[in-house]
């Protein structure tokens, strides 16, 4: 029986205030809690919702996890290969 292959993630990168945000969690538990999100939005893209009336090419999406509280805006590549996290608040 030929092993099956895993579900393809897609890559995130962060935009430079992005990554500015994140360089500035200390908490290990805010740190946790972004893993998590980014590890749903790497497995499905389409996760979040698209944000009515923002009218940008690729469309701008956010995910909430209102437990872990956070929230992550973020573009996806067309091919969706890459995930361009634009904001994030924990």
């Known amino acids: 029986m030929a092993p099956q292959r ?3 993630r897609a890559r995130i990168a962060f935009s430079d205030s992005a990554a500015k945000q994140l360089e500035d ?3 290990e538990a805010e740190i946790h809690a972004l893993d998590r999100a980014l590890v749903a939005i790497s ?3 389409e996760i979040g919702e ?3 009336g923002a009218g940008t090419r690729p469309e701008l999406r956010q995910y909430a996890d ?3 509280q956070v929230r992550v805006l973020y ?4 091919l969706r290969a890459v995930v361009i ?3 994030i608040e924990v």
């Open 75 to 78: 573009f996806v590549t067309a």
């Open 50 to 52: 698209p944000i009515p």
């Open 6 to 8: 895993g579900t393809r």
């Open 66 to 68: 209102e437990i872990e």
């Open 43 to 45: 497995v499905d893209p």
């Open 85 to 87: 996290v634009a904001y």
């Open 25 to 27: 969690l200390t908490r």
